[in-house]
């Protein structure tokens, strides 16, 4: 597949490379060694991921004596060697 930058920097991707990937309308573009890298993102509404770890932190049950004896114990681990 051959695509052509246009006078004001803009490439069409051609459908026939994207029929592969899912639906989007973003990509996240990096360059490695000349080569031009595409993949695809993923937007999503604000606060839906906070709301996603709400949903799995009740499906594990949870509790917030339970969070706030995690953080304390990781608090008690700073400066110890692994």
Not at 4 to 30: C, G, H, M, R
Not at 35 to 61: E, Y
Request: charged share 35%.
């Amino acid at each position: 597949m051959l695509a052509k930058k246009t006078s004001k920097n803009q490439v069409t991707l051609p459908k026939k490379a994207l029929e592969e990937i899912p639906d989007t309308d973003y990509f996240d573009i990096t360059t490695k060694d000349g080569t031009l890298i595409l993949r695809p993102v993923t937007l999503s509404d604000a606060g839906s991921r906070l709301s996603a770890i709400r949903l799995k932190i009740a499906a594990l049950g949870l509790e917030p004596n339970d969070i706030d004896k995690a953080i304390e114990w990781t608090r008690s681990r700073r400066g110890r060697k692994r």
